[in-house]
Nanobody
């Protein structure tokens, strides 16, 4: 059984930083062509937004809204992906979800083409 567990969310003031973690069991984060992953977020009442992703060879993608502020990194030894978030703004407030295995959505918090989802971690940024 694959499980993704996010942690690291919390409340910060604008300009602050947080580092989210996504640790997998039953699934390997290793930047291979088969093991894509992504971070999504969902603000209250809004659709899920793709924040960042990693694909084969460690290629990373960032939404324009977070480019230059967020960094997606992998610690293979810990089987954990991180999302370092700097210069946080109130508009970054959302529940952040980790997703893995690009391809088919089997269910989960966001109807996006990833097979496995964590339960999310909440980030609140106050002005």
């Amino acid at each position: 059984e694959v499980q993704l567990v996010e942690s690291g969310g919390g409340s910060v003031q604008a300009g602050g930083s947080l580092r989210l973690s996504c640790t997998a069991s039953g699934y390997t984060f290793d930047d291979s062509d088969e093991n894509d992953m992504a971070w999504y977020r969902q603000a209250h009442g809004d659709e899920c937004e793709l924040v960042s992703s990693r694909s084969g060879g460690g290629t990373t993608y960032y939404a324009d809204s977070v480019k230059g502020r967020f960094t997606n990194s992998l610690d293979s030894a810990k089987n954990t992906v991180y999302l370092q978030m700097n210069s946080l703004q109130p508009e970054d407030t959302a529940v952040y979800y980790c997703a893995a295995e690009y391809g088919t959505w089997y269910g989960g918090p966001c109807p996006r083409p990833f097979g496995y989802w964590g339960r999310g971690t909440r980030v609140t940024v106050s002005s």
